[in-house]
């Protein structure tokens, strides 16, 4: 199962949100329906922005345990 995390602090607790789009003036063009803004809510940090993806648990808990190592230098 893939993991969505926040790219600033880490936070899985993540809402979605779209924003809206310039589809309205170009009717006709599917290449721009297809790059739909999607952008996700921290919300812990209120961050608003794409979020990370991780192919697994192990990969979100060392990619928190490099930001801690981070934060500390
Ligand atoms: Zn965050």
Known sequence: ???RACPR????KLALME????????PTSELIDNVIAVRYLCGD????EEA???????????FQENRKR????
Do not use: Q
Request: aromatic residues 8%; hydrophobic residues 40%.
């Open 1 to 3: 199962m893939k993991i």
């Open 9 to 12: 602090c880490g936070s899985r």
């Open 19 to 26: 924003l809206p789009t310039e589809r309205e003036s170009h």
């Open 45 to 48: 940090c209120s961050l608003i």
């Open 52 to 62: 990370v993806v991780f192919a697994s648990e192990e990969e979100w808990l060392s």
């Open 70 to 73: 981070y934060l500390r230098i």
